[in-house]
């Protein structure tokens, strides 16, 4: 007898359906997914709706980094924020193409390497968890701007109350961010052992690099 279970299985490995999508079909039909406790929701909350959905609040997520920019917060690498050196506002140009190297071509980077691994996975999905996951990143640059632990131009760098604060309430985000992009990429590529997990940190550095190149490119 061929169960439900195994009906969504066929239809991921004939590919038919994603991987993510198929994770979230047996969970919508095992009982169990109902008392997923808070704490699985907050770090893994792919399973709960589809990458087009991510991809909207990737797209929210973008437009609240390009307002945070006009404060002075640069969005310089897939994984890197920091404020402008004297208080140095991006342009709107530059701004732009940060978030094009920061989200755009990491998520692209991501859906490569997943169909080279697995020829599974739509691009759609790898748009969206990285795009909703960068929302930890803007919340770490607003309170860097808020903060603004720079020490003023000409004095040595030291170790101030600002620094420290910005230590304490930044580190878990980061942390959250890694989590989020690990949880996402295993959802949306349907990769699992050393195939995802080597494959997560090479990415983590191939989007860090190209993510930098991108921003070197005449504009």
Sequence with gaps: MTTPADRIGNLV??????????????????????????WQAIFNPFERFGGERAAVV?????ALSLGVGRLGAHFNGFMDVHLGEGGEVPTLGTSLLEQAASWLAPAILFWVYARFASSHGRLVDFVGFVGLSRALLVVVAFITVVLDPLPPTGKDPHITPAIALLAITTVPLIAWFGTLLYTGFKNASGLRGTKLVGGFIGMLVSCEIASRLVLHLPH
């Design 13 to 38: 490995s004939s590919g038919k359906i994603s991987a993510a999508e198929g994770e979230r079909l047996l969970l919508a039909i095992t009982p169990s997914a109902r008392a997923r406790s808070p």
């Design 58 to 62: 990737g797209v929210v997520v973008c």
